[in-house]
């Protein structure tokens, strides 16, 4: 079943089918927690389902032995590759995979599916392992990646795809749909902490990290009064968290400087306005400034590299504050 801010894509998509111009390299971007995977896995059934399904520009139908096969997650002609854990990257290895699979015979006489979920993810020698095989495609495969942004993908790699972005639905309306499923009224603030992405605001409450979040929040905040005591406190609070919790300070620090510029409509109902009113009355502009494109490009930096120290690297960082109120 597909999401209904996935719908759009998905129409295009069966437009392409039925006029059988549908190329060979879809790439999708859309952010995790998007869905992204149910449309990938919705676009590989119709393409393979035995009952026309595809040439119709219709859906699978369900019923035949390749849509079965499928739904159980054993389909011989559908490949998945992705990074064995967040952070890593895809390794040139699977990518040799894929390119055996590209030109391997259907096991079922019809047409193959490799899904790359995580295609950003690719190191260089992965991505242009696959650039040959994409520049010189098999016939009867069809190959989708899935991407969160186009930053770390190869130029080469994306040009030579069609491409598409999934828009994420508005705030209220991701709210709306998040409060549906878990019965329970939710912040707006959570909804913008995660982009706007549905599946990601529902995940976030229901992993508790709402509550991980406001407590970081609460002993960032403590910090950074002066004489700025709790520096480890708040290190130890990110390292347990992963490296995203440096997004969610670098959007604190964020609007600090805007409730400093008196843009403040967007954190009326916030519980963090508090937070934000105190913080942003004792550190200045210019720290912050400097502060948040420090988060940004440390949270880069670990996400590229998740062997490195984040502690001490995060340590670091909140010693920036220290001596520049």
Same mark, same amino acid.
């Given at each position: 079943?597909?999401?209904?801010?996935?719908?759009?894509?998905?129409?295009?998509?069966?437009?392409?089918?039925?006029?059988?111009?549908?190329?060979?390299?879809?790439?999708?971007?859309?952010?995790?927690?998007?869905?992204?995977?149910?449309?990938?896995? +919705? =676009? $590989?059934?119709?393409?393979?389902?035995?009952?026309?399904? @595809?040439? %119709?520009? *219709? #859906?699978?139908?369900?019923?035949?032995?390749?849509?079965?096969?499928?739904?159980?997650?054993?389909?011989?002609?559908?490949?998945?590759?992705?990074?064995?854990?967040?952070?890593?990257?895809?390794?040139?290895?699977?990518?040799?995979?894929?390119?055996?699979?590209?030109?391997?015979?259907? +096991? =079922? $006489?019809?047409?193959?599916?490799?899904?790359?979920?995580? @295609?950003? %993810?690719? *190191? #260089?020698?992965?991505?242009?392992?696959?650039?040959?095989?994409?520049?010189?495609?098999?016939?009867?495969?069809?190959?989708?990646?899935?991407?969160?942004?186009?930053?770390?993908?190869?130029?080469?790699?994306?040009?030579?795809?069609?491409?598409?972005?999934?828009?994420?639905?508005?705030? +209220?309306?991701?709210?709306?749909?998040?409060?549906?499923?878990?019965?329970?009224?939710?912040?707006? #603030?959570?909804?913008?902490?995660?982009?706007?992405?549905?599946?990601?605001?529902?995940?976030?409450?229901?992993?508790?990290?709402?509550?991980?979040?406001?407590?970081?929040?609460?002993?960032?905040?403590?910090?950074?009064?002066?004489?700025?005591?709790?520096?480890?406190?708040?290190?130890?609070?990110?390292?347990?968290?992963?490296?995203?919790?440096?997004?969610?300070?670098?959007?604190?620090?964020?609007?600090?400087l805007k409730w400093q510029q008196g843009v403040t409509?967007?954190?009326?109902?916030?519980?963090?306005?508090?937070?934000?009113?105190?913080?942003?009355?004792?550190?200045?502009?210019?720290?912050?400034?400097?502060?948040?494109?420090?988060?940004?490009?440390?949270?880069?930096?670990?996400?590229?590299?998740?062997?490195?120290?984040?502690?001490?690297?995060?340590?670091?960082?909140?010693?920036?504050?220290?001596?520049?109120?």
């Open positions: 079943m597909l999401y209904p801010w996935q719908e759009s894509v998905w129409q295009g998509w069966q437009q392409l089918l039925a006029q059988g111009r549908m190329h060979h390299a879809i790439l999708l971007v859309a952010p995790h927690g998007s869905g992204r995977e149910a449309l990938a896995h +919705q =676009l $590989g059934k119709t393409v393979l389902c035995q009952n026309s399904a @595809a040439g %119709a520009g *219709g #859906e699978p139908c369900g019923v035949c032995h390749s849509c079965k096969l499928f739904e159980a997650g054993t389909h011989p002609d559908f490949h998945v590759v992705a990074p064995v854990q967040e952070g890593k990257q895809i390794g040139v290895d699977a990518v040799r995979q894929c390119n055996r699979w590209a030109v391997e015979t259907s +096991q =079922l $006489g019809g047409e193959r599916i490799i899904l790359i979920d995580g @295609a950003d %993810a690719m *190191g #260089e020698a992965a991505a242009n392992a696959l650039l040959k095989t994409l520049e010189e495609p098999p016939s009867g495969c069809q190959f989708i990646l899935l991407a969160s942004s186009l930053d770390n993908l190869l130029p080469t790699i994306n040009s030579r795809c069609n491409k598409w972005r999934l828009a994420m639905p508005n705030e +209220q309306d991701t709210k709306r749909w998040v409060e549906k499923q878990l019965m329970q009224t939710i912040k707006l #603030e959570t909804v913008r902490l995660n982009g706007s992405a549905p599946l990601a605001t529902q995940q976030f409450i229901e992993q508790g990290q709402d509550i991980r979040y406001a407590k970081l929040l609460a002993a960032f905040a403590e910090f950074l009064r002066p004489p700025f005591f709790g520096l480890y406190d708040v290190a130890g609070l990110c390292t347990q968290e992963g490296h995203h919790s440096l997004k969610w300070l670098s959007y604190f620090l964020v609007d600090c409509a967007h954190l009326v109902h916030s519980e963090s306005l508090p937070l934000v009113e105190q913080a942003a009355s004792v550190i200045s502009p210019m720290t912050l400034l400097d502060q948040t494109r420090e988060a940004n490009s440390l949270y880069q930096k670990l996400e590229r590299h998740p062997g490195l120290n984040a502690e001490l690297l995060i340590v670091e960082w909140l010693t920036g504050f220290m001596g520049q109120h």
